[in-house]
């Protein structure tokens, strides 16, 4: 079996060239004819998982959220090209933590340790995961608009690496005292609400041990989507200070609802409302999210629901799948 390693050196306090060598060396013991890929910059990933999808068994992520997001978005781009001309192919992602929070390692029940990690791949066992889509970017764990998207933008990278979801909390009251939150249209399920702060969540872990959304499930085909309507720098507050636990699902200002597609609008074209995507700016309104269901096989420890094997029989190839 092929597998192609897509790995950021500079991930993990830039641990990642290391924990990637160390990923080569287990994957090999387990068998595998392995590549090492490293990425050079921005958007590389994606690139590098486009290009080489189809002629490997297996793409092996090791970073954090933001190289896995990269990723999957790379793989899934390759998997839409290949169906449109007639050759359906289905991408595979294992993944290997080595980023600062590591979310969707999280979420996945995937082992932080590299040799564990490795064995989770060489086992062979496959969840299928819905993917979220946000106009024609797409992500694994959720997309945020107004203050989330604010924070990612006025985060400390150094606060993230020493204090992780906690980070997020203090810049996100921080970011929410600085000015009024923006107001914004959302339209889900043929209800409108006017919002100033909006997640669709793909999955129940957010920033860390924490969820805003906390039964979203990444393979049921639906977004669980909070609107928070709450128009003051306080209010907003008293949200974030509740979401660590999870006071805030009986917050007064604050929808849950559960959906395939959403719009979201600005109420004002002098003003950039800004959104993100698992945890890195991403754009600004307007916007369409939606939910791809089943996307992408990623390899997962061989416990729960809707697991199974990819190596099947005795033989199989990519272009099998």
């Given at each position: 079996m092929q597998a192609t390693v897509i790995f950021n050196p500079a991930s993990g306090r830039s641990r990642g060239g290391g924990t990637a060598h160390a990923v080569e060396r287990a994957l090999?013991?387990?068998g595998l004819q392995v590549e090492m890929l490293a990425t050079t910059g921005p958007r590389d990933a994606g690139r590098l998982a486009e290009e080489t999808g189809p002629q490997t068994d297996v793409v092996v992520a090791v970073g954090g959220d933001g190289t896995i997001n990269e990723i999957a978005n790379g793989l899934a781009q390759r998997a839409a090209?290949?169906?449109?001309?007639?050759?359906?192919?289905?991408?595979?992602?294992?993944?290997?933590?080595?980023?600062?929070?590591?979310?969707?390692?999280?979420?996945?029940?995937?082992?932080?340790?590299?040799?564990?990690?490795?064995?989770?791949i060489a086992a062979g066992h496959t969840l299928s995961l819905?993917?979220?889509?946000?106009?024609?970017?797409?992500?694994?764990?959720?997309?945020?608009?107004?203050?989330?998207?604010?924070?990612i933008r006025n985060l400390d990278l150094e606060a993230k690496r020493r204090f992780r979801e906690w980070a997020f909390v203090s810049t996100g009251l921080k970011t929410g005292f600085a000015a009024s939150p923006a107001q914004f249209l959302v339209r889900a399920d043929g209800t409108e609400y006017r919002t100033t702060f909006f997640v669709a969540s793909?999955?129940?872990?957010?920033?860390?041990?924490?969820g805003v959304t906390p039964k979203a499930d990444p393979?049921?085909?639906?977004?669980?989507?909070?609107?928070?309507?709450?128009?003051?720098?306080?209010?907003?507050?008293?949200?974030w200070l509740e979401v660590p636990t999870a006071l805030h699902l009986q917050n007064h200002n604050a929808v849950f609802l559960r959906t395939q597609r959403a719009e979201l609008l600005p109420l004002s074209e002098n003003q950039a409302v800004w959104f993100q995507?698992?945890?890195?700016?991403?754009?600004?309104?307007?916007?369409?999210?939606?939910?791809?269901?089943?996307?992408?096989?990623?390899?997962?420890?061989?416990?729960?629901?809707?697991?199974?094997s990819w190596y099947g029989s005795a033989s199989t190839s990519a272009s099998d799948r």
């Open positions: 090999l013991r387990h090209r290949e169906r449109a001309t007639g050759r359906p192919w289905r991408p595979l992602l294992g993944i290997v933590p080595a980023g600062t929070v590591n979310v969707l390692a999280l979420e996945l029940g995937i082992p932080f340790q590299v040799e564990k990690a490795c064995r989770v819905d993917l979220g889509k946000v106009n024609d970017r797409r992500f694994t764990l959720m997309m945020g608009v107004g203050i989330d998207a604010l924070t793909n999955t129940h872990y957010y920033g860390g041990r924490f393979t049921d085909g639906m977004l669980d989507l909070m609107i928070f309507q709450g128009t003051t720098r306080s209010s907003l507050a008293v949200f995507t698992d945890g890195e700016l991403a754009g600004h309104l307007p916007a369409t999210v939606e939910i791809e269901p089943h996307a992408l096989d990623v390899l997962v420890p061989a416990r729960g629901r809707g697991r199974r």
